[in-house]
């Protein structure tokens, strides 16, 4: 069974950033999307950003100029960085993996996902 | 972006009752091409992650219990649970997957 478990710190000052880990376990790291979606307390969920094994990335056009998303295939693991947070950053992140599977040579993924880390809750406050 | 809206913020329906959750797209999120909806929900439960549901308007994910179903086409979507169960409390959101993906609002079921 495909297990996502994620950490990172949860208080954050304005102007810090933002970083959190998520490790993948009990499936293939490869050929897979790999996201990281957020939810702001009570409130919807709004995708960040994507990558695949191969480092190939996909953000938000909103985010994109302070996120990064990067991984370790020797580890199972991606990471997020967001930076310059804003009391707006805070929410509960989320890693998450995307339905399909991009093998070669077909590549055949939705953006939709059906396994989910725990979730982290990050505060941004002075 | 394709903005998702849902409604009612919230709905509180008796066990065993139908409960009707809408979902409107800014723009159509049918794709011409293969006459498929880009239009999914997922269902939260407090204190956890989202669970996929629905994808494509109205297939459900492998093990959903087939009192869910989805409906709907172009801008107009719905999902219609038939017979609440104590087990449905949750918040559901619509995510459109046509262009960069865009989740609704979300709407909280609760028991009357």
Known sequence: QVQLQQWGAGLLKPSETLSLTCAVSGGSFTGFYWSWIRQPPGKGL???????????TNYSPSLKSRVT???????????LNLTSVTAADTAAYYCARMVGYCGS???????????????TLVTVSS | DIVMTQSPDSLAVSLGERATINCKSSQSVLYSSNNKNYLAW????PGQ?????????????????DRFSGSGSGTDFTLTISS????????YYCQQYYSTPFFGGGTKVEIK
């Open chain 1, 46 to 56: 709004e995708w960040i950003g994507d990558i695949i094994h191969s480092g190939s």
């Open chain 1, 69 to 79: 998303i990067s991984l370790d295939t020797s580890k199972n693991q991606f990471f």
């Open chain 1, 105 to 119: 040579p077909n590549c055949e993924t939705t953006p939709l996902w059906n396994y989910w880390g725990q979730g």
């Open chain 2, 42 to 45: 997922y269902q939260q439960k």
């Open chain 2, 49 to 65: 992650p989202p669970k996929l549901l629905i994808y494509g308007a109205s297939t459900r994910e492998s093990g959903v219990p």
């Open chain 2, 84 to 91: 609440l169960q104590a087990e449905d409390v949750a918040v």
